[in-house]
């Protein structure tokens, strides 16, 4: 603090400030245990002198409130001046000249009358935390579409009461949890007796223990060596000074809520003001753990281009013959902010012909390093949650089939109960989302990663591969006659293999087969694929699309037992099958355009049909009287 006469009875006081923060940029941008570390660096220097001030400013009650509030202070060094004027109108000093004149003119509106010297104080100290506040957020700089997301996540830390407040962050793996999450710790934490940002807490917790990961979380808040041997409370005297202390916690990556238990408590162990910030790839371990839960969405098309461009030419400018080939890599990223660096990265300095290249392998494999982040949300799921996102990645998220359905066709049994709560868990871990028409679809990205895991389980070998997505690996199949009972599910495009010949018994090696999918848009392709006709289906199929059947029937020894949905659309079907079928699973049954179809079987023990589509079968002339009899159609056309 600067002072010097301005008359007999008044004296002016400056405050030096210095914008040399505690770490440096680079610092800031790594994910630390603690607010930065403040031993070495100062953020405030003051220097003082003038006739009467160790006598009557209040200087040592400043320094005190200073570092009550976790602002170092040291002496006379200064980049911006804050004038503060003592015993004094401000007018007396209304045209002062030089360095110190110019930050008078800035700052001027700081000029003002406290009646009390304890209310001067308090507005100095808030001043300084709203400058060093402001120079938390440089960090920002090169971080695309981010402010919406930390001004919401402000917003719900600030609402309510004064108590303690915890807001969860949610959402997909390379979503950019973290990065909003340290935003935020670095604007907010000048504000905070204590600051602590405890990273991966899933992966150090594996690591050390999650009483290694207390103690470091209770050291860094109380800036002393805590020794803590149980995950039940805290010793006395930390909750004591804990109490009093308003802190600033962001526990990243949990992924179990015994965790949160084990290292925040209710909550209540802190000081009013106090808040809590927990990302999470689950939704579930921030249930009834916080008090609002933000889900974080994807980058919208501008944006992701914007951070692509920042990381593939290290700027924002993009070289035209890139253009095109910058909307493909950005179209296949859909918005993840991770795959969009990690492309980035990959792809900067490279030819064209190296990022045409990249685009073609993407098509079939992800970026080890995406996998890798997103395999981890797979990892935490039990074996019966696994196979029904393994399912859902290989055939399902395509078809937009509502929940309902869903639920019924992965039951592994009647009284299998399961699908509900595994549905529920991989919804929760972002690895699935349902529409507000309650269609279940999944990212892109994440299906992938759902190949790869299939691929890695098969070592590789086509022959043994539980799922079949991948146009190759079918062809080569099916012309091969290589079907195994490993194969679950196999959905292609019929201009794959419209131009094979497949055998009568091309699936009775696939007699676990589950979930088929011959799908076309041209009512032409794949009608030559059975020049012998077909022998065998099996009989554990539940799902069964396939367009421009090109048989006058489904095969004598067919089994509909297991049917839930039945999609024969623009087939060359005269009848569905011969005799009597037990249809109490049967939902669907599509015939759309089956232009030679000229009956119906009888349908009467389909008691729980809801769809029947018989539209543009022109040679069916009339109907099994057993379809008026069944109460639970919703839809015959």
């Excluded at 030559?528 to 020894?557: A, H, Q, V």
């Amino acid at each position: 603090m600067w002072c010097s006469s301005c008359d007999q009875e008044a004296e002016r006081v400056l405050l030096s400030v210095s914008l040399i923060l505690c770490v440096a940029a680079t610092e800031i941008s790594e994910p630390s245990l603690s607010r930065p570390p403040r031993s070495k660096k100062y953020e405030v220097f003051v220097s003082f002198r003038g006739k009467g001030i160790r006598g009557s400013f209040p200087i040592s009650g400043m320094i005190k409130v200073f570092s009550v509030n976790q602002i170092l202070a040291f002496v006379d060094y200064g980049q911006v001046v804050i004038p503060v004027f003592y015993r004094i109108d401000p007018s007396h000093v209304s045209h002062p000249k030089g360095t110190y004149g110019n930050a008078f003119k800035e700052t001027a509106h700081l000029s003002t009358h406290f009646r009390k010297d304890d209310e001067l104080v308090d507005e100095i100290v808030n001043c300084m935390s709203m400058k060093l506040n402001a120079m938390y957020t440089s960090n920002s700089k090169g971080l695309i579409g981010i402010e919406k997301p930390i001004a919401h996540i402000k917003s719900l830390l600030r609402k309510g009461s004064n108590e303690a407040r915890a807001v969860g962050i949610w959402g997909m793996g390379g979503i950019g949890k973290t990065t909003i999450a340290e935003e935020v710790f670095y604007r907010l934490c000048a504000e905070f007796h204590g600051c602590c940002f405890l990273a991966n807490v899933r992966e150090e917790s594996r690591k050390h223990g999650i009483i290694y990961l207390k103690e470091k979380l209770y050291s860094t808040l109380l800036e002393e060596d805590l020794k803590i041997d149980t995950t039940n409370g805290l010793p006395s005297y930390v909750k004591k000074k804990l109490g009093s202390m308003k802190v600033l916690i962001v526990l990243d990556d949990v992924n179990d809520s015994d965790q949160l238990k084990i290292l925040v408590g209710a909550h209540d162990w802190f000081g009013s003001g106090s808040k809590i910030i927990i990302t999470s790839r689950d939704k579930q371990v921030l249930r009834n753990e916080v008090d609002h839960i933000y889900k974080v969405g994807v980058l919208d098309f501008d944006d992701a281009l914007k951070l692509f461009k920042m990381n593939a030419f290290k700027q924002n400018h993009l070289e035209i013959e890139y253009y095109e080939l910058s909307k493909r890599i950005v179209n296949y990223a859909k918005g993840i902010p991770l795959v969009l660096k990690v492309l980035g990265h990959l792809l900067c300095g490279k030819d064209k012909e190296l990022w045409e290249s990249q685009l073609y392998k993407l098509k079939r494999l992800s970026s080890k390093k995406i996998y890798d982040v997103m395999k981890l949300s797979y990892d935490d799921l039990d074996c019966k949650e696994k196979k029904i996102f393994l399912d859902l990645a290989c055939f399902f998220s395509e078809l937009f089939l509502e929940v309902d359905y869903i639920k019924i066709l992965l039951k592994d049994s009647k009284s299998d109960n399961s699908i509900v709560v595994g549905l529920e868990r991989l919804k929760d871990k972002s690895l699935i989302n349902v529409s507000e028409d309650n269609i279940v679809y999944m990212h892109d990205i994440i299906q992938k990663m759902g190949w790869e895991i299939v691929r890695q389980e098969s070592n590789e070998n086509s022959g043994s591969l539980s799922r079949l997505w991948d146009s190759d690996d079918i062809y080569k199949i099916l012309k091969n006659n290589k079907g195994t009972e490993a194969i679950r599910s196999i959905r292609t495009h019929l201009s794959v293999i419209k131009k094979l010949k497949l055998s009568p018994d091309i699936f009775v090696r696939m007699s676990k087969l589950q979930f088929m999918d011959f799908h076309s848009e041209n009512e032409f392709d794949g009608l030559d694929i059975l020049p012998e006709g077909l022998e065998y289906l099996p009989t554990e199929l539940r799902y069964l699309r396939w367009m421009n059947y090109p048989l006058k029937s489904l095969p004598d020894s067919f089994s509909a037992e297991n049917l839930v949905i039945l999609d024969l659309s623009y087939s060359r079907l005269e009848t569905l099958w011969h005799g009597e079928q037990n249809l109490e699973n049967l939902k669907q049954v599509i015939l759309y355009g089956s232009k030679f179809l000229k009956e119906l079987p009888d349908f009467s023990t389909a008691i729980n049909l809801e769809v029947l589509d018989i539209r543009f079968c022109s040679q069916l002339t009339s109907v099994n009287a057993s379809i008026f009899l069944l109460n639970k159609v919703k839809k015959l056309a």
